[in-house]
């Protein structure tokens, strides 16, 4: 499954600096990715569950379903406080009348990724896996006049970001089983460009139906790992000029347990053999050494989000070890989920999925 690690892990450009004009992340009002917490200039939007906790829900069709009790969290850079994104007055936190928790659904979607900041605005991205279906939603940065912008039935996002006011997604689609429910997977997936403002959509596939990871934004350029379902087990690197509005193959064959994982102008892997993380310019066949994280062994369920921060786990006889890596610093921190870097330190997220700024890193 490391072939689809990028796909399902968690976060969106870069690292922190001192000040916040000049802090990397506010160019999140020119790109924002999906399924990973989002930074803006004055802090982080993210998702948090209590696996304790859940609510009883009536559906539209009369039949009952119980939903995870989640919430919408913001962490605050100046208070250094992690708090749902409620504003009633003297709200508990901890029921369906709170705010934070109506934003985790719309009607019988779930929230699928964690919300995006863009432009002074939050997006959403909904779906029902049952349906299946996605919606994206837009609403103001205290999580107020949330409407939809995009609906779909019969598909499920694979990945999503917005650049220029569009959503650019890629997603897998669904056919009829016997009972007439879209619950079938498809080998079939598409690749299309949504325009916020006028809600009209582009077809960017490629004519194999390929499922495409959007790894990076460089250039004006979207950089993709492409695997054809003709043969699944090898990819390819593509590259989609947005100015030219056409796709480049420019690394073939690429092994699906070496990497998928993007950031800037590189694809980055951990050298099980060596124990080194390794990088390699996009269009290159040559790996080449960034640093040393541990001596060789059984790494996996490695990520890497848009604030440069590589994650692996190494698994060791007993328990794991977590490194979490900065490729901006070429930092690597031990037993710490690191979020991006920020002033003097970094954000870090504890057990409870909150987050809190550490400078003793």
Same mark, same amino acid.
């Given at each position: ?10 976060? +969106? #450009?870069l ?14 009002n ?17 998702? !948090?569950?209590?696996?304790? $906790?859940? &609510? ?18 913001f962490? *605050?850079? $100046?208070?250094q ?15 369906? *009348? +709170?705010?934070?928790y ?12 964690n919300?995006?900041?863009?432009k002074?605005? #939050? ?13 994206? +939603? ?8 949330? $409407? ?23 997603v ?17 997936? @598409? ?19 390929e ?18 379902k ?12 947005? *100015?030219?509005? @056409? ?9 699906n ?8 102008d ?10 080194? #993380? ?11 050494? !960034? #640093?040393?994280?541990?001596?060789p ?15 692996v ?6 328990n794991?070890? !977590?490194?979490? &890596?900065?490729?901006n ?7 710490a ?9 970094y954000? !870090? @997220? ?12």
């Amino acid at each position: 499954m490391k072939k689809f690690t990028c796909l399902l892990i968690l976060l +969106c #450009l870069l690292c922190g600096c001192q000040t916040k004009e000049e802090t990397a992340y506010t160019d999140q009002n020119e790109i924002a990715r999906f399924f990973y917490s989002s930074a803006s200039a004055d802090g982080i939007y993210h998702m !948090v569950m209590d696996p304790q $906790k859940s &609510i009883d829900v009536e559906k539209s069709d009369g039949s009952k379903t119980t939903r995870n009790y989640r919430q919408v969290y913001f962490y *605050d850079y $100046k208070s250094q406080k992690d708090v749902p994104l409620c504003s009633k007055p003297n709200c508990p936190h901890q029921d369906e *009348d +709170c705010d934070a928790y109506a934003l985790s659904f719309l009607k019988e979607e779930d929230m699928y990724s964690n919300p995006v900041s863009y432009k002074n605005k #939050l997006y959403y991205a909904y779906s029902d896996l049952f349906a299946p279906s996605f919606s994206i +939603c837009q609403s103001d940065l205290d999580g107020s006049n949330r $409407k939809v912008i995009y609906s779909e039935e019969g598909k499920l996002l694979q990945n999503a970001f917005i650049y220029e006011n569009k959503v650019y997604v890629s997603v897998n689609l669904y056919q009829p089983d016997e009972q007439g429910l879209l619950m079938e997977q498809t080998q079939d997936y @598409e690749f299309y460009s949504i325009d916020l403002e006028k809600r009209t959509k582009t077809d960017l596939s490629t004519s194999n139906k390929e499922l495409v990871n959007m790894l990076s934004f460089t250039d004006n350029k979207i950089y993709l790992a492409s695997i054809s379902k003709e043969d699944p087990s090898s990819q390819h690197i593509d590259i989609l000029c947005l *100015d030219e509005g @056409e796709i480049q193959t420019i690394q073939e064959d690429i092994d699906n347990q070496s990497t998928v994982l993007g950031y800037k102008d590189a694809l980055y892997k951990l050298d099980e053999q060596t124990g080194n #993380l390794v990088s390699c310019k996009y269009g290159d066949t040559e790996w080449t050494k !960034v #640093l040393h994280v541990d001596e060789p062994g059984d790494y996996n369920f490695s990520s890497l989000n848009p604030y440069g921060i590589y994650s692996v786990k190494k698994m060791n006889e007993e328990n794991p070890t !977590v490194y979490s &890596i900065d490729l901006n610093t070429k930092k690597t921190i031990k037993n710490a989920n690191v979020i991006l870097s920020h002033g003097d330190g970094y954000i !870090v @997220e504890s057990d409870n999925q909150k987050f809190k700024f550490s400078e003793d890193l």
